[in-house]
């Protein structure tokens, strides 16, 4: 590997069969980019350019990591949410394109105050702050989550309360005009059924949830939510859609009104809303 124009056939030939073509050549322009700073179009106008030594030694690593089934966003410690640049490590999820849907889908309320519950990187705090005027305020239980969100909340020159606590020790939260969560939901039993790559690195107290009880996040802050929320106020989840009805029916039992599933662009039910009365 010597020159730009190398760098593809590259990643193709030595990650052949770990992922579609079209993934691996994805992770091979993520790393251009974050290595040598060349987009898509620079690498193939500079396709001649001449690799240091310095380079080929970190694209060798990058491609080590990605065929030990490694996700590329770990590895190059960053991922794109909603058009936002922001870091990740294994503390935090990888966020994915089904929470940017609900951010999109939240982003057309109107709102002065919100609490993102389970917040992670911070992915859907930073979206909400840097396109909306509202007073944000996010929750994690886990410190080490939070030092990232709050490093990608630096970085993206927005002020966000970042609280430190267990939502399910807590028996009353502040007056908000939204609260949201993408809570843990994955069932325990369902370990055996994900990808190496999701169960090896990305942390499991963000995930996985006891089949016993797969709702416990979802019941305990519906319940502080409308107890919470101001008149008018919303409560957003995105949640697995094996429990869509059962979510929406004790939501509805709880007393919220207007309640609405939402389906992801896969046709998913992945989102849920209710309204305060
Ligand atoms: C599915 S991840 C969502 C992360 C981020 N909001 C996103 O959408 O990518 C769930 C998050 O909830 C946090 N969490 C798990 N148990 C919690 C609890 N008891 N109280 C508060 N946060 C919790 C995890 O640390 C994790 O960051």
């Known amino acids: ?34 290595i040598i700073g060349l987009n898509r179009s620079d690498t ?55 929470t940017e849907e609900l951010v999109d889908w939240l ?5 002065q105050s919100v609490l993102d519950i389970g917040t992670g990187s911070g992915c859907i705090a930073i979206a909400l702050a840097l396109n909306s005027n509202a007073i944000i305020n996010a929750m994690d239980i886990s410190k080490h989550a939070l030092m990232v969100a709050q490093k990608n909340s630096i970085n993206n020159r927005v002020k966000i309360n970042f609280q430190n606590q267990d939502i399910l020790k807590l028996n009353k939260l502040p007056k908000y005009d939204i609260i949201v969560s993408n809570p843990p939901y994955v069932l325990e039993s369902y370990k055996s059924k994900i990808s190496k790559k999701i169960l090896d690195f990305e942390p499991h107290n963000a995930l996985f949830v006891s089949d ?25 989840f995105e949640i697995n859609q094996l429990f869509a009805a059962e979510i929406f029916d004790f939501m509805h039992e709880l007393g919220f009104v207007d309640i609405e599933l939402k389906k992801d662009i896969n046709g998913k039910k992945r989102m849920i809303r209710g309204t305060k009365n």
């Open 107 to 111: 982003l057309k309320d109107d709102f």
């Open 212 to 236: 016993n009880n797969p709702l416990l996040f979802y019941t305990k802050i519906a319940k502080l939510a409308i107890k919470s929320l101001n008149n008018n106020g919303k409560l957003y």
């Open 1 to 34: 590997m010597q020159k730009v124009c190398n760098i593809i056939p590259f990643f193709l030939s030595r990650l052949s069969g770990i992922a579609p073509r079209r993934e691996i050549r994805n992770w091979a322009y993520l790393s251009i980019e974050k």
């Open 44 to 98: 193939i106008l500079k396709s001649n350019m001449i690799l240091s030594s310095q380079i080929v030694l970190k694209l060798n690593d990058i491609v080590n990591e990605l065929s030990n089934n490694q996700p590329i966003q770990y590895i190059l410690s960053e991922v794109e949410f909603y058009g936002i640049k922001l870091k990740v490590n294994k503390n935090v999820l990888i966020p994915r394109p089904e």
